[in-house]
């Protein structure tokens, strides 16, 4: 739906992403801003926040050090979970990574932050080099030995094997037995400038499209399936069943927690700007 006043929003064509915005970008949830939809990889919308594009974006929690000063976290829509995370992927079963070529969606992504505290913990030395692809080309590339390991998300863990690849490592495992916290993987952020009423008129459509998609799962079935790639409809309610849930509908403590937690924990490696004491909280 659009009209010349829409919120500019960018989210993946993941199931995930079409079941829980099918209601409310289909202009079916009571009262809702309109929204004008972008179809783009986590990387990419990554880059869109980093720039300050749109209005509302679906980005990896790993880049919000970055943007927060422009972005406030929603407080639901996104994705967490448990048994969820992203994996490590070999052509051969038991390779070291010492040394080795590691495929990455994004050095600013969920993931790779997982990857490089599961690596500071298990890898004897330093991961060779890191190269970042889209998705979808990681495991061919490790498949056709253009990369010795691929860290995969989303429906990559239903489907690798069909390529012949071998689990070396789930990042969500690791980081679980840890923190005993959530994975947080996915984040919707909306521009502070939009103000504090309409930020919560933001928050408050995200749940009710969620909602409605749990309520009737059959109505988003038509735009989850356009979107998904020509991903099998048993695959695509997998995907679903796992990444969207109770901390889709609302962070919640323990979703917090684990969100900072990730952060912090980061910014301890290194790898990302430290939070500041407020910068998750929502207006």
Request: with cysteine; net charge negative; aromatic share 8%.
């Amino acid at each position: 739906m659009t009209t010349a006043d829409a919120l500019q929003i960018a989210y993946s064509p993941c199931p995930n992403d079409t079941f829980v915005f099918d209601a409310w970008a289909h202009g079916r949830v009571p009262g809702a801003p309109a929204l004008d939809v972008t179809f783009a990889d986590i990387d990419v919308t990554n880059g869109m926040a980093e720039r300050g594009e749109f209005d509302v974006l679906k980005v990896s929690y790993a880049v919000l050090p970055w943007v927060l000063d422009d972005y406030a976290l929603l407080p639901c829509g996104g994705a967490l979970g448990r048994g969820c995370g992203p994996l490590v992927l070999t052509r051969e079963p038991g390779t070291g990574l010492t040394g080795k070529t590691v495929a990455v969606p994004s050095e600013r992504s969920t993931a790779y932050l997982l990857f490089r505290l599961w690596a500071a913990d298990v890898v004897p030395g330093e991961v060779g080099r890191i190269v970042v692809m889209p998705f979808d080309r990681i495991m061919p590339a490790v498949r056709d030995g253009e990369v010795d390991a691929g860290l995969v998300i989303h429906e990559a863990r239903f489907t690798y094997r069909n390529y012949g690849l071998h689990k070396l490592a789930d990042m969500g495992e690791h980081w679980e037995a840890t923190t005993g916290l959530p994975i947080p993987l996915g984040a919707i952020i909306a521009k502070r400038s939009l103000g504090e009423a309409r930020l919560r008129e933001l928050a408050a459509a995200a749940r009710t499209s969620v909602g409605m998609a749990w309520d009737e799962p059959e109505a988003s079935r038509p735009y989850v399936l356009e979107h998904a790639q020509e991903m099998d409809p048993a695959v695509a309610d997998q995907h679903i069943g796992l990444y969207v849930n109770e901390f889709t509908a609302d962070l919640g403590e323990d979703g917090y927690a684990a969100v900072r937690g990730l952060l912090e924990r980061a910014a301890a490696e290194g790898l990302v700007p430290p939070l500041g004491r407020d910068a998750l909280a929502f207006p």
